[in-house]
T-cell receptor, first 114, second 109 residues
Framework: NAGVTQTPKFRVLKTGQSMTLLCAQD?????MYWYRQDPGMGLRLIHY???????AKGEVPDGYNVSRLKKQNFLLGLESAAPSQTSVYFC?????????????FGQGTRLTVV | SQQGEEDPQALSIQEGENATMNCSYK?????LQWYRQNSGRGLVHLIL?????REKHSGRLRVTLDTSKKSSSLLITASRAADTASYFC?????????FGQGTRLTINP
């Protein structure tokens, strides 16, 4: 059972380039999340999805777009990368029983924008 | 702004001692969760306490919740070197899971 898988694990982008981070989960979870983690800032929620075909903004959505075309996949896109988007990105998924319970995390994607 | 704030930001103790971390939050919650992150890894769920619970135990972990003060604490008893990690509280609502900034715990052998 793979759990939550993120690809790629590392990436270096030039300012202005675009890329898509892929998150895949095999636990049939309804809810999926994208977070970024910066030193001293903890995890900040970028976007989240409560089901296939739905997405919503989190705390820091600017500069990012997401899509949830299939229940098992949640894509995070950067249309025009900026150095401020250098961070470690984590995807997570969670079952939902009227409230958010345990979230399962991927191993992270370390993105550097130069 | 983030929902939870952990205190202290960093804690260093000797192996065998107890470690206590605190979390304060701002709005009403359904539950509060604690996660652990080893260096360079993803977060791992440790324990969940619901808003109508005051205390919960899991192995060497003890969590308390005081909804009147909007605060929670995580106690790790008889610490081990392998407990060295960052610990985060997260507040669970109907749709979102919002994390605090974390406490970096170092256990010295």
């Amino acid at each position: 059972n793979a759990g939550v898988t993120q690809t790629p694990k590392f990436r270096v982008l030039k300012t202005g380039q675009s890329m898509t981070l892929l998150c895949a989960q095999d636990m049939n979870h309804e809810y999926m999340y994208w977070y970024r983690q910066d030193p001293g800032m903890g995890l900040r929620l970028i976007h989240y999805s409560v089901g296939e075909g739905t997405t919503a903004k989190g705390e820091v959505p600017d500069g990012y777009n997401v899509s949830r075309l299939k229940k098992q996949n949640f894509l995070l896109g950067l249309e025009s990368a900026a150095p401020s988007q250098t961070s470690v990105y984590f995807c997570a998924s969670s079952p939902h029983w009227g409230e958010i319970t345990e979230a399962f995390f991927g191993q992270g994607t370390r993105l550097t924008v130069v | 702004s983030q929902q939870g704030e952990e205190d202290p930001q960093a804690l260093s103790i000797q192996e065998g001692e107890n470690a206590t971390m605190n979390c304060s939050y701002k709005t009403s919650i359904n539950n509060l969760q604690w996660y652990r992150q080893n260096s360079g890894r993803g977060l791992v769920h440790l324990i969940l306490i619901r808003s109508n619970e005051r205390e919960k135990h899991s192995g060497r972990l003890r969590v308390t919740l005081d909804t009147s003060k909007k605060s929670s604490s995580l106690l790790i008893t008889a610490s081990r070197a392998a407990d060295t990690a960052s610990y985060f509280c997260a507040t669970g609502g109907a749709q979102k899971l919002v994390f605090g900034q974390g406490t970096r715990l170092t256990i010295n052998p």
